[in-house]
């Protein structure tokens, strides 16, 4: 979706809060209708299906009976990173004779706590924008997205307060979570890894025998928990168990693959490596991952066949391959 378009009105700001805060208050239904319409209106009713072709529906309602109703649906969900719905579909994607709009939201790191949001609305036509500015785009969405931001840092303050330890001072509530099985190493492998991606730090280090060594460390990699069991050497890493990490540029790409198969690192094909500890990651462009979709055949044959030919991936390569 073109959101620089002269169809398309769009609001781009920081949220003061981590990118899985932002998603959360996005997608978890009861906090989505704290922020969603601009006071005094206040979402009544949503309903939420996330995968594409599920339904997204709400109903606002405010003073003087006003009310508005909205249904459509997902056309693409990327957890933590992009949205899209359109009303031109109900669910299942069944026609809407007058469709006014599809929206797109997009989450990146502006830093370890904070999250550019870009939310861009287009339309069919000039008309269509004229009248959406009319009804108070500019206010109505800049409104919404200042309640977000509110909000976002509420629920990071209250997380982080919920799961402090007065030795420890550190986040620690997730109820799921990856456990990686180190036989050594695991604190300091922890420790770098979190200097790797935003949104990624220490949460709470168990070391149960002063004199012995530290058991499992509880780290959070941009917004995901894992935690690091260091246990004697009855089990190894593996490829069998990888870290995949989407990439936004050739430069993001180049710096994870220089720094994780420094000191001893093995490099392999399609983009994998394992790092000096021994754990296996996959550094994977989204460009990649786009082409590989590609709704044209030939296109996804010659992205696989230019992958099967790296180990690290080179965005360049990728899109001279897949063009004619």
Same mark, same amino acid.
């Given at each position: 979706?073109?959101?620089?378009?002269?169809? #398309?009105?769009?609001?781009?700001?920081?949220?003061?809060?981590?990118?899985?805060?932002?998603?959360? $208050?996005?997608?978890?239904?009861?906090?989505?209708?704290?922020?969603?319409?601009?006071?005094?209106?206040?979402?009544?009713?949503?309903?939420?299906?996330?995968?594409?072709?599920?339904?997204?529906? #709400?109903?606002?309602?405010?003073?003087?009976?006003?009310?508005?109703? %909205?249904?459509?649906?997902?056309?693409?969900?990327?957890?933590? %990173?992009?949205?899209?719905?359109?009303?031109?579909?109900?669910? &299942?994607?069944?026609?809407?004779?007058?469709? !006014?709009?599809?929206?797109?939201?997009?989450?990146?790191?502006?830093?370890?706590?904070?999250?550019?949001?870009?939310?861009?609305?287009?339309?069919?036509?000039?008309?269509?924008?004229?009248?959406?500015?009319?009804?108070?785009?500019?206010?109505?969405?800049?409104?919404?997205?200042?309640?977000?931001?509110?909000?976002?840092?509420?629920?990071?303050?209250?997380? =982080?307060?919920?799961?402090?330890?007065?030795?420890?001072?550190?986040?620690?509530?997730?109820?799921?979570?990856? $456990?990686?099985?180190?036989?050594?190493?695991?604190?300091?492998?922890?420790?770098?890894?979190?200097?790797?991606?935003?949104?990624?730090?220490?949460?709470?280090?168990?070391?149960?025998?002063?004199?012995? =060594?530290?058991?499992?460390?509880?780290?959070?990699?941009?917004?995901?928990?894992?935690?690091?069991?260091?246990?004697?050497?009855? !089990?190894?890493?593996?490829?069998?168990?990888?870290?995949?990490?989407?990439?936004?540029?050739?430069?993001?790409?180049?710096?994870?693959?220089?720094?994780?198969?420094?000191?001893?690192?093995?490099?392999?094909?399609? &983009?994998?490596?394992?790092?000096?500890?021994?754990?296996?990651?996959?550094?994977?462009?989204?460009?990649?991952?786009?082409?590989?979709?590609?709704?044209?055949?030939?296109?996804?044959?010659?992205?696989?066949?230019?992958?099967?030919?790296?180990?690290?991936?080179?965005?360049?390569?990728?899109?001279?391959?897949?063009?004619?």
């Amino acid at each position: 979706m073109d959101m620089s378009n002269e169809l #398309t009105l769009k609001v781009e700001r920081v949220i003061n809060a981590p990118r899985s805060i932002v998603w959360q $208050c996005w997608t978890d239904l009861a906090l989505f209708k704290q922020w969603f319409c601009p006071k005094p209106l206040e979402v009544t009713k949503a309903e939420f299906e996330l995968c594409p072709g599920g339904r997204m529906n #709400t109903v606002m309602e405010g003073p003087n009976n006003a009310r508005v109703d %909205s249904k459509g649906v997902w056309l693409e969900v990327i957890p933590h %990173s992009r949205l899209v719905f359109t009303d031109a579909f109900t669910e &299942g994607f069944v026609p809407i004779p007058e469709p !006014f709009l599809t929206w797109c939201v997009e989450l990146t790191d502006e830093s370890t706590a904070k999250t550019k949001l870009t939310w861009g609305a287009r339309h069919r036509s000039n008309e269509d924008v004229r009248r959406h500015l009319e009804m108070g785009f500019e206010v109505g969405w800049n409104t919404a997205v200042d309640q977000l931001d509110d909000l976002a840092q509420r629920v990071f303050a209250e997380q =982080k307060s919920a799961g402090t330890n007065s030795s420890q001072g550190t986040l620690d509530t997730q109820p799921v979570r990856t $456990c990686l099985w180190f036989d050594k190493h695991g604190e300091e492998a922890a420790n770098f890894y979190v200097t790797l991606l935003p949104n990624s730090f220490i949460e709470r280090v168990y070391h149960p025998d002063p004199a012995g =060594k530290v058991l499992i460390v509880n780290f959070t990699l941009r917004g995901v928990p894992y935690q690091i069991f260091e246990g004697d050497p009855h !089990f190894q890493l593996s490829p069998a168990t990888s870290i995949s990490v989407i990439t936004e540029s050739q430069e993001e790409t180049d710096r994870l693959w220089t720094v994780l198969s420094q000191n001893s690192g093995q490099e392999m094909p399609c &983009g994998w490596l394992t790092d000096q500890y021994g754990l296996t990651w996959q550094i994977i462009p989204n460009v990649l991952l786009s082409l590989l979709r590609s709704a044209d055949p030939d296109k996804r044959e010659r992205a696989h066949a230019a992958m099967m030919q790296m180990k690290k991936i080179d965005i360049g390569r990728l899109i001279a391959a897949t063009t004619d």
